[in-house]
C-alpha cells in the first residue's frame, strides 16, 4: 500500500536540474522527457525572435506547447 511508504519517501528538490531556458539549446531541451524534438526547436526559434522568457506563461506564447506541457516543464526551468 502507497500510504504505507510515504514516511519512507523524500524528494530532495535541490537535485533537481533546471534547464536555463534562455540560453539552452535544441540538444539540451529535447533532452528533457516532456519535450518532443518540434517543441525544443520552436522554443529556441522564439528566443531568437528576441523574446526573452520570464515565466512558465511564456512559454505558453510557443505553439507547439501546450498548457499542460508547461506547468509540467515548470519546476525543471530556469528563467535567468
Known amino acids: ?16 536540474r533546471q534547464i536555463p531556458l534562455n540560453s539552452a539549446g535544441i540538444k539540451e531541451l529535447i533532452r528533457h522527457p ?6 525544443a526547436r520552436d522554443i529556441v526559434r522564439h528566443r531568437e525572435r528576441g523574446h526573452r522568457y520570464r515565466s512558465v506563461d511564456d512559454l505558453r506564447l510557443v505553439a507547439t506547447v501546450d498548457d499542460t506541457t508547461a506547468m509540467r516543464l515548470a519546476p525543471y526551468l530556469n528563467f535567468e
Do not use: E
Open 1 to 16: 500500500d502507497l500510504l504505507h511508504l510515504l514516511p519512507h519517501l523524500t524528494l530532495q528538490v535541490d537535485s533537481i
Open 34 to 39: 516532456y519535450l518532443d524534438p518540434y517543441q
